[in-house]
């Protein structure tokens, strides 16, 4: 055989290498541009600025959420053993009534968990069976709850007597919006574990309002979400929104722990937990890692704030209650603003806000042609009479971007990727310790897109 020459060797190897760079490529770019650290070159005018104001970034009105968990410590529950204390979902159960048209929308599509038998403990006493039996949503009592009870009842007393006094302003309200739903009146204490029914109040993760809503999942429900008017605020149809979604929730999953474990962490997620861990109930689930602390902890935390709100006086909360949330309503055609109307009305500015604060900007929304704002009750006439002598209010400019948003005396600063709360600590010259306090963090973990308090 005649040896081949260099030149010869050349053009094959040549041409192997150009096959084999032909095939490899593609997958080259593939890993390139899925890994994190090497983020792909897009055409300029697709990018999106992550700085760029939202319809759901946090505006001067609201405040961080102030509902925290107990140290991990104090909630973690030993490991487990075999214990006489019925489980959450043995006694959390609603019987739906049969054939109403707001209890029929998953349950004939989807086989929901099997209902689990309520069970009884022989070693309670007879009073306290006498106690939880009254519950229109059934307690149990255990370690858990027993620490979410002691940390409502000393670590955060004062916070807590505020909560109740502001829920007492709304509970009549939500109670009959929930039995129009058929729904247990005693759901109506999640709003404490939610928010302490703060209608401004707002979370890292942009949930917003007294239920805490999501910008996805409030406009799936249908409140208005925008840059003027956020629904998720308002004390009546966040309500009704939060009551359709608990109901859908549990036709979903059939039983309430189940139900209000979505309502934390997401439908989705639960019911991957469910599949995954080949699990039925509540319980099971949250003896794994494929749910949260957080979300474990939820249903305890729920029964020990129905247990304390139903009980104020047992552990040292006075029984104060604020007015009920009553209004009539105007029809505004135009665009005005809080303080014009207090000026020609004598309305309290601070009561307009409190009657209305679903309106971000203190103002009636542009391009609504009978928007109805809420005014005390009996002001509806001189409101209406008054209103051609109150100027037209004009927007100022929304800025293109929003790193900083003022909320009184603190400023929110929205993270952004590399930030750290070491690297902001040093940057503001906040101390890390007042930082992870301000923003209620139990951990120093921070992701992109969420928003901080700012301030000493």
Not at 46 to 53: M, S
Not at 423 to 447: A, E, G, Q, V, W
Request: hydrophobic content about 40%.
């Amino acid at each position: 055989m005649t040896p081949l020459r260099p030149g010869h060797a050349i053009l094959p190897m040549a041409l192997f290498l150009g096959m084999w760079l032909s095939f490899s490529t593609p997958l080259i770019m593939v890993v390139e541009a899925a890994t994190p650290s090497e983020p792909a070159m897009a055409d300029s005018s697709t990018l999106v600025d992550e700085n760029a104001a939202t319809e759901d970034d946090p505006d001067a009105n609201l405040v961080p959420l102030d509902t925290e968990d107990p140290p991990p410590e104090a909630t973690t529950p030993p490991t487990a053993t075999i214990s006489s204390v019925p489980r959450a979902e043995d006694l959390l159960q609603l019987n739906p009534a049969d054939n109403s048209p707001s209890t029929m929308r998953f349950s004939e599509a989807l086989n929901p968990p099997a209902e689990l038998a309520q069970t009884q403990d022989p070693s309670r006493n007879a009073t306290d069976h006498a106690e939880y039996a009254s519950y229109n949503v059934p307690i149990v009592m255990d370690s858990s709850v027993q620490a979410h009870i002691r940390y409502f009842n000393t670590a955060i007393h004062g916070r807590f007597e505020e909560w109740l006094l502001r829920l007492s302003r709304y509970q009549p309200l939500v109670e009959t919006i929930f039995t129009e739903f058929h729904l247990p009146s005693d759901l109506v204490y999640l709003s404490l574990v939610e928010s302490g029914f703060n209608p401004y109040a707002y979370s890292r993760a942009k949930a917003t309002g007294p239920w805490q809503f999501m910008k996805g999942t409030a406009k799936a429900y249908g409140l208005r979400v925008d840059n003027y008017v956020d629904e998720r605020r308002d004390p009546i149809k966040s309500t009704v929104a939060a009551a359709r979604y608990l109901r859908d929730l549990y036709d979903l999953f059939g039983t309430w722990p189940l139900a209000m474990a979505a309502y934390n962490a997401g439908e989705g997620k639960v019911m991957r937990a469910l599949h995954k861990a080949r699990a039925e109930s509540f319980s099971e689930i949250s003896k794994t890692r494929l749910i949260r602390r957080e979300t474990k902890e939820y249903v305890p935390r729920f029964m020990a704030a129905t247990i304390i709100a139903r009980n104020p006086d047992r552990y040292g909360f006075t029984q104060e209650s604020a007015a009920p949330h009553q209004f009539d309503e105007a029809i505004i055609a135009r665009t005005v603003h809080f303080r014009a109307i207090a000026n020609a009305t004598g309305i309290p500015y601070e009561e307009l806000r409190l009657l209305n604060p679903e309106l971000r900007r203190d103002a009636t929304p542009p391009g609504d042609e009978a928007y109805h704002l809420k005014v005390p009750v009996g002001m509806k006439a001189k409101v209406e009479q008054l209103i051609d002598h109150i100027p037209t209010y004009k927007f100022p400019r929304l800025p293109a971007k929003a790193q900083f948003a003022s909320a009184g005396p603190s400023r929110w600063y929205k993270v952004r990727l590399g930030d750290t709360l070491g690297k902001l600590s040093k940057r503001f010259r906040i101390p890390l310790k007042t930082l992870k306090t301000k923003n209620n963090l139990s951990d120093p973990t921070i992701r992109p897109g969420d928003f901080l308090v700012i301030s000493r």
